[in-house]
């Protein structure tokens, strides 16, 4: 299965913009990246994903590099709320399997 | 309303023992998955639904048998409890499963099982 490395962890400042990166050097031309948060206690949520092109959406922009072996989740303005696991997945083509990795924990201080 | 609803949300149970797990969406959604996570919170899928149709089951024990009366359901019986099925387990549902990669899962809550 397609794999993502991510941190395990990052720290941001209320109100500071966040960069979550993620690399997946083994993607191929069809796998969809997706990005989904948990937060403590409950299921995880979906943020946003995309295929070349950048995507912005109301919770954050993903930005995607050239070569699609990596990309990252921006979140432009960090809420003590945004403190959660993010997990940058590859979606496979014409799959409706999520491969979620171990994600990257990011606490936000106030 | 929740959109992916699961009860219970905690079930504490012996070993040998069978529960179930239950799971509906409202969202009109064509598939519904359930996943695992584990201790180490490692989320890992079990199984897939489309419109009722078995589509993924991904080497799960045959002591797991999910059921889907229609497919706003999708349950999850467990026979024969060990201690290693303690863990979170998560009903998710999503528009369609292959035609449309952009599709997001939509998550319950989860039922924290604990087997003792």
């Known amino acids: 299965d397609a794999k993502t490395t991510q941190p395990n962890s990052m720290e941001s400042n209320e109100e500071e913009p966040v960069h979550l990166p993620c690399n997946h050097s083994t993607i191929s031309g069809t796998d969809y990246i997706h990005w989904y948060r948990q937060l403590p206690s409950q299921g995880p949520e979906y943020v946003i994903h995309?295929?070349?092109s950048n995507v912005n959406n109301r919770m954050a922009s993903l930005a995607i590099a050239e070569d699609r072996k990596s990309s990252t989740l921006i979140l432009h303005r960090a809420t003590l709320r945004d403190a959660a696991v993010y997990y940058c997945?590859?979606?496979?083509?014409?799959?409706?399997?999520?491969?979620f990795g171990t994600g990257t924990r990011l606490q936000v201080f106030p | 309303d929740t959109a992916v609803s699961q009860t219970p949300k905690y079930l504490v149970t012996q070993m040998g023992n069978d529960k179930s797990i239950k799971c509906e969406q409202n969202?009109?959604?064509?598939?519904m998955y359930w996943y695992k996570q584990d201790s180490k919170k490692f989320l890992k899928i079990m199984f897939s639904y489309n419109n009722k149709e078995l589509i993924i089951n991904e080497t799960v024990p045959n002591r797991f048998s999910p059921k889907s009366p229609d497919k706003a359901h999708l349950n999850l019986h467990i026979n024969s409890l060990e201690l290693g099925d303690s863990a979170v387990y998560f009903c998710a549902s999503s528009q369609d499963h292959k035609a449309d990669q952009g599709s997001p899962l939509h998550f319950g809550n989860g039922t924290r099982l604990t087997v003792t």
């Open positions: 969202l009109g959604h064509d598939t």
């Open positions: 995309g295929l070349t």
């Open positions: 997945i590859l979606r496979l083509y014409n799959t409706d399997k999520l491969i």
